[in-house]
């Protein structure tokens, strides 16, 4: 047996030992309950498969899949379509959706993704909310929480129409924010203007906390997903979700579509079985992501490197973030899980330009839904200090053999 064999065995006696994968167990179970008696609340049917056509006039399929995902979501209404291509594309809606010419949005949360720079107009576009005379500024975050009396000093002096909250962490390197530091920073909010409107990108964090953003223990007022990382299990093959109060998202299915006709249109297509089985699926994909995680944070832990999320912390989202400090250790990593993907694993990832990013990135994304970070992927910007960001994986075994060999490549290279 070799070293690294040895300690991979003595990391899966700790894991054992020590009940790491007791809380996402818990979480499994408790999602998997919340949406089958959704399923059952909403009587799910074979028939509801069966998507429409053209203006998709009655679609009932359609309809009661928004009503499961606002359930499921702890949400008065969602908005579940095909029509979204992106979590991008559903974030720019909802912005179109709710903000208005001499609006002021504004992130408390640092700067957002940076495929939304020209949706912005960070990056001049002039189809972005900036020549529409809306405004954009940012608080940065601090020690991993939000500024509080920043926030609380700009809203006094500032009238804001929409916030943005990102929950998960891009390629910055800081942690996920947690449902309890957003309910804190919702009361302070709220008690300055209760008029504001409180949005959360909440990608890549759904069912890995047990209550939602837009639950009324929360707060918050609308939130945005895609169907391409959590909910849609790794099964949906397109498609985003808007959900919260029902009068916003009806201003955002508006925007999406037509004013007067907003959600009662657009065709399903074939989509439906798949948004159903895809939030079927979703709370053991979710857990599996979550362990693959753990795993990843005890091994690279093991052989010297930090990752945010430790293993012992809470996780908020599914992205593990390993710093590597170097681009040829952050290179190898990506290299080795590309290797054990399902797709297209005997392609060797290289550092190249991408629409919406400023520097190369690297990409393992060996997947049967271009993009899917669900089913487990790596990437990361070669920039100082060459951080990888690595998420998902549809099942715990597929995670664990991809994982061992990414690991396995960065010792051997030492």
Not at 383 to 402: D, E, K
Request: charged share 25%; with cysteine.
């Amino acid at each position: 047996m070799s070293e690294f064999d040895k300690i991979v065995n003595e990391i899966d006696t700790k894991i054992t030992n020590e009940k790491l994968f007791e809380r996402i167990d818990k979480l499994e179970s408790f999602y998997s309950k919340k949406v089958l008696d959704a399923f059952k609340k909403y009587m799910i049917s074979e028939t509801d498969f069966h998507g429409t056509t053209g203006y998709g006039y009655n679609d009932t399929g359609r309809d009661k899949i928004d009503s499961v995902f606002a359930d499921i979501l702890d949400s008065e209404k969602a908005l579940v379509r095909s029509q979204f291509i992106s979590g991008t594309h559903a974030l720019t809606v909802t912005f179109f959706g709710l903000l208005r010419p001499g609006d002021k949005l504004l992130s408390i949360s640092g700067l957002p993704y940076d495929t939304l720079d020209e949706v912005i107009g960070i990056k001049d576009n002039p189809s972005s909310l900036k020549s529409f005379g809306i405004s954009f500024d940012y608080l940065d975050l601090l020690n991993n929480d939000f500024d509080y009396d920043k926030i609380s000093d700009y809203l006094r002096n500032n009238k804001v129409k929409v916030i943005e909250i990102q929950r998960s962490r891009g390629y910055a390197d800081r942690e996920a924010i947690s449902n309890e530091k957003i309910k804190r920073v919702v009361k302070l909010i709220k008690e300055i203007d209760k008029d504001i409107i409180i949005m959360v990108d909440n990608c890549y964090c759904e069912m890995t906390d047990f209550v939602s953003p837009t639950s009324d223990s929360v707060g918050c007022d609308i939130m945005v997903g895609s169907l391409i990382k959590n909910l849609g299990g790794g099964i949906a093959p397109n498609g985003a979700y808007v959900a919260g109060k029902s009068h916003l998202v009806d201003l955002v299915a508006e925007r999406l579509t037509v004013p007067g006709q907003g959600a009662e249109v657009g065709p399903s297509l074939d989509m439906n079985k798949y948004f159903l089985q895809g939030i079927y699926m979703a709370p053991s994909v979710v857990a599996a992501s979550l362990k693959t995680n753990i795993l990843a944070s005890l091994l690279l832990a093991r052989i010297g490197y930090s990752t945010n999320p430790r293993y012992d912390e809470e996780h908020h989202d599914i992205v593990l973030a390993i710093k590597f400090n170097e681009p040829n250790k952050l290179i190898s990593y990506v290299e080795g899980i590309q290797e054990y993907s399902a797709i297209d694993n005997y392609i060797k990832p290289i550092p190249s330009d991408m629409p919406g990013y400023s520097d190369k990135i690297i990409m393992a994304s060996g997947s049967f839904i271009q993009g899917s970070s669900i089913e487990i992927s790596c990437d990361g910007p070669i920039r100082p200090p060459y951080i990888a960001y690595m998420q998902g994986s549809l099942t715990y075994q597929y995670g664990r053999l991809a994982v061992i060999n990414a690991v396995r490549k960065v010792y051997e290279e030492r």
